[in-house]
């Protein structure tokens, strides 16, 4: 796939991505719908399972499209957001916190820190979108963080992801008898499509306002 270079390759690589994932969800609950009680029982486990994918998914690859599409244009830490100035050092920081490592090298990482705000953004650290193969509402608000979305936003989604998600995608993928009822289907299907949604709008906003200036 060609880099983000504009706003315009930005929103077409995130959308298409998108949409993908939101055919696959819609085949799949036709299929449920048109299924007799003995395949939708199968199916609507599977909706569980695919839509938490497609969740975790996209919120990986559109996040990284998005800090791509800021490194592309070679901006120096100084003409940016603090954020992205706070995120080239906190992979480095998370190993310093796993580490045995010395007071001489602790004062290096300062140093780095004070005096390297001139550094170019140009390169992302794939750690920074790290979902964890376990994409609950805290991990999901440090990949906000992480790119500048207010994940206050998404303050009243957090109960859909932890619960319905996540939790019940975790209790199929470990052999559990979850049921899924089939009066859930649209409002599972209709909310992941939703989140999917805002959080590629959040990101377009971003792009397209420049937020990721500096004020």
């Avoid at 805290?138 to 998600?165: H, Q, R, W």
Wanted: proline letters at 1%; aromatic letters at 10%; one cysteine or more.
């Amino acid at each position: 796939m060609s880099k983000p270079y504009t706003d315009t390759d930005l929103s077409a690589q995130i959308v298409e991505d998108r949409n993908w994932c939101i055919k696959e969800i819609s085949d799949l609950k036709s299929a449920i719908k048109r299924g007799d009680a003995s395949l939708q029982k199968v199916l609507l486990r599977a909706l569980i399972a695919i839509c938490y994918a497609h969740w975790e998914g996209y919120v990986r690859f559109s996040g990284r499209k998005y800090l791509e599409h800021v490194a592309l244009r070679r901006f120096r830490y100084q003409q940016l957001d603090r954020q992205f100035f706070r995120n080239y050092f906190l992979p480095r920081l998370a190993a310093l916190s796993t580490s045995k490592t010395s007071i001489a090298e602790r004062c290096e990482l300062v140093d780095e820190i004070l005096d390297n705000s001139n550094r170019r953004f140009s390169q992302v650290n794939d750690e920074l979108i790290n979902t964890k193969a376990n994409l609950n509402f805290e991990v999901f608000t440090d990949i906000c963080l992480v790119c500048g979305v207010p994940a206050k936003s998404f303050a009243d989604k957090a109960t859909f992801i932890d619960i319905v998600l996540l939790k019940r995608r975790n209790a199929i993928a470990h052999g559990e008898d979850t049921m899924v009822a089939l009066d859930e289907l649209d409002t599972i299907a209709q909310k992941t499509i939703g989140l999917m949604r805002m959080f590629g709008d959040a990101l377009e906003n971003l792009a397209v306002l420049q937020t990721y200036k500096a004020n």
